[in-house]
Each structure stands twice: as structure tokens, then as C-alpha cells.
């Protein structure tokens, strides 16, 4: 069974930088796609970014220029570096593993950018 544990998250001023981790157990994490989503109060929760197993990454256009995903394979281990932070990318951000018709979630972690 995989387990995704986020870490990262806090309270951080506009224009502020966080870095999350998500680190993942079980499962062959090098075969996964790996994504970040995020949830606000009252609305769905959406796609942030994603990196697949080569490497190959993807961002929503709200956070692109501003966010950049990584993974290090060796230490099963994803992040979402968030640079520029405003105030709407305050959500419950989750660490999502995606294989074959498999998929995995995070508990969340909170971020709130609030002056």
C-alpha cells in the first residue's frame, strides 16, 4: 500500500515562498505520475501541477512561472517549490500518486498566504 505524508505547508506573507515535500513509502515510486492538487473553501479541487516518471511536468496556468514541481527518485520524494505567493493560493494542498488505474492521496497540508 502507498502512503504520501505532505509536509511544508504554513502561514506566509503575499510574495512569500514556501516548499512542499511529499514523501511516498511502498509501492515503485519511479513508475508513478506525481501531482500536487489543491482545495479552497467552497470550491473543487484542482490540478496545481504534475511531473510524470520521466520528468515531464505540467501546471495549471494560475501557478505557471510561479511554482516549480521536482521529484528525487532515490528518496521517493516529490516537491512543490511556490514562489510569488498570493493570497488565492491559499488552500489545503495534497500529494496525489497515480499508477495504471491506481491512484493514492496525501492527508493535505494547509497553506495560507495572508498578509
Known amino acids: 500500500q502507498v502512503q504520501l505524508v505532505e509536509s511544508g505547508g504554513g502561514l506566509v506573507q503575499p510574495g512569500g515562498s514556501l516548499r512542499l515535500s511529499c514523501a511516498a513509502s511502498?509501492?515503485?515510486?519511479?513508475?508513478?505520475?506525481m501531482a500536487w492538487y489543491r482545495q479552497s473553501p467552497g470550491n473543487e479541487r484542482e490540478l496545481v501541477a504534475s511531473?510524470?516518471?520521466?520528468?515531464?511536468?505540467n501546471y495549471a496556468d494560475s501557478v505557471k512561472g510561479r511554482f516549480t514541481i521536482s521529484r528525487d527518485n532515490a528518496k521517493m520524494t516529490v516537491y512543490l517549490q511556490m514562489n510569488s505567493l498570493k493570497p488565492e493560493d491559499t488552500a489545503v494542498y495534497y500529494c496525489?500518486?497515480?499508477?495504471?488505474?491506481?491512484?493514492?492521496w496525501g492527508q493535505g497540508t494547509r497553506v495560507t498566504v495572508s498578509a
Open positions: 496525489n500518486a497515480a499508477y495504471l488505474r491506481a491512484t493514492y
Open positions: 511502498g509501492g515503485i515510486y519511479s513508475n508513478f505520475l
Open positions: 511531473i510524470s516518471s520521466g520528468g515531464i511536468t
